[in-house]
């Protein structure tokens, strides 16, 4: 594979998932070393210790087979609530911690340079930066995987809320509607995210399927109770788009996530969708993501360089 990144400092990367902690060197060149996965280490409370012991053995790994590679920061990204500014998390629903300093805990850890920024928005950056969303100014990043969020780009720039901007999938979509795991009801993803669908038309099935693909596989086939489920979800993401649309203009939209890997399936659909509830507004072109399963990875060496060009 070509190196997405291009050259620059060579930087440690890793991205905390639910469940997975995905963690690589990044050579001079910008290629991913030694790219790993490791089951996330959660416990009932404190994660960050545990996160931090394991990220810190996976680096010194690193170094040491590819001895002449000199890492000079650190890139470390997370889900949950994320002051990238403070390089706090704030609140991380599955992994158990509040308001931990894991910028300043891993440049202790590591002795280097560190950024901790949320996963979506690192994996939005590499893909507006990186993919051919980088022709357009104002661009959004929509992962649809297990959760919905967003990455947003105004002017060229990520807008962060520090940390609260682009919960898109928090969005009421259905007032009263389908409990979500945010304690709201009728959110985006608790209707559309690929979780959703399969949790959903599980309900009505006599015969279980691993995961929103096979629901689009069964709605295909005549499965009724599978079509109303996804329809229901292309519906969600039409209107929810919608609404994002209306508020920021964006150019682009660049759909992400497990859920995207359904192409025209899914593209078209809810382009008509989203289309469809416009008049006056912007339309935004609807792309697909392109830098695929490391773009985590990616967004956070593009973080940790870009703290080394900060005076
Ligand atoms: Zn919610």
């Given at each position: 594979?070509?190196?997405?990144?291009?050259?620059?400092?060579?930087?440690?990367?890793?991205?905390?998932?639910?469940?997975?902690?995905?963690?690589?060197?990044?050579?001079?060149?910008?290629?991913?070393?030694?790219?790993?996965?490791?089951?996330?280490?959660?416990?009932?409370?404190?994660?960050?210790?545990s996160v931090l012991e394991t990220i810190t053995r996976l680096g010194a790994a690193l170094r040491?087979?590819?001895?002449?590679?000199?890492?000079?920061?650190?890139?470390?990204?997370?889900?949950?609530?994320v002051d990238d500014e403070r390089g706090l998390g704030l609140f991380a629903e599955n992994l158990n911690w509040h308001d931990v300093p894991f910028r300043d805990l891993a440049e202790k850890a590591f002795g280097l340079p560190a950024s901790f920024t949320h996963d979506v928005r690192a994996a939005g950056e590499a893909e507006y930066r990186l993919g051919p969303a980088s022709a357009y100014r104002d661009a959004l990043v929509v992962t649809i995987g297990t959760g919905?969020?967003?990455?947003?780009?105004?002017?060229?720039?990520?807008?962060?809320?520090?940390?609260?901007?682009?919960?898109?999938?928090?969005?009421?979509?259905?007032?009263?509607?389908?409990?979500?795991?945010?304690?709201?009801?009728?959110?985006?993803?608790a209707i559309a995210s690929a979780a959703s669908i399969t949790r959903r038309y599980n309900r009505l099935t006599p015969s279980p399927v691993p995961g929103a693909r096979e629901v689009l596989e069964r709605a295909r086939a005549g499965d009724t109770d599978a079509e109303a489920v996804w329809i229901t979800a292309l519906d969600?993401?039409?209107?929810?788009?919608?609404?994002?649309?209306?508020?920021?203009?964006?150019?682009?939209?660049?759909?992400?996530?497990?859920?995207?890997?359904?192409?025209?399936?899914?593209?078209?659909?809810?382009?008509?969708?989203?289309?469809?509830?416009?008049?006056?507004?912007?339309?935004?072109?609807?792309?697909?993501?392109?830098?695929?399963q490391n773009a985590g990875l990616v967004g956070a060496a593009l973080r940790a360089r870009a703290v080394l060009e900060t005076p």
């Open positions: 594979m070509t190196s997405l990144l291009g050259p620059g400092a060579p930087v440690l990367a890793f991205d905390v998932g639910g469940t997975d902690l995905k963690s690589a060197l990044v050579a001079p060149d910008g290629e991913l070393l030694g790219v790993q996965r490791t089951p996330t280490p959660v416990q009932p409370e404190h994660t960050e210790k040491e087979q590819h001895p002449s590679i000199s890492p000079e920061a650190v890139g470390l990204i997370a889900p949950g609530v919905i969020a967003a990455a947003i780009f105004i002017d060229g720039k990520p807008v962060a809320g520090d940390g609260y901007a682009g919960e898109l999938g928090h969005s009421v979509i259905a007032p009263g509607g389908e409990p979500c795991a945010c304690g709201g009801r009728g959110c985006l993803e969600a993401l039409g209107l929810g788009l919608s609404h994002a649309t209306a508020l920021l203009a964006p150019e682009v939209i660049v759909l992400g996530g497990g859920l995207a890997q359904a192409g025209d399936a899914l593209f078209n659909p809810v382009r008509e969708r989203l289309y469809s509830h416009l008049t006056f507004h912007r339309r935004p072109k609807l792309m697909h993501a392109s830098i695929g």
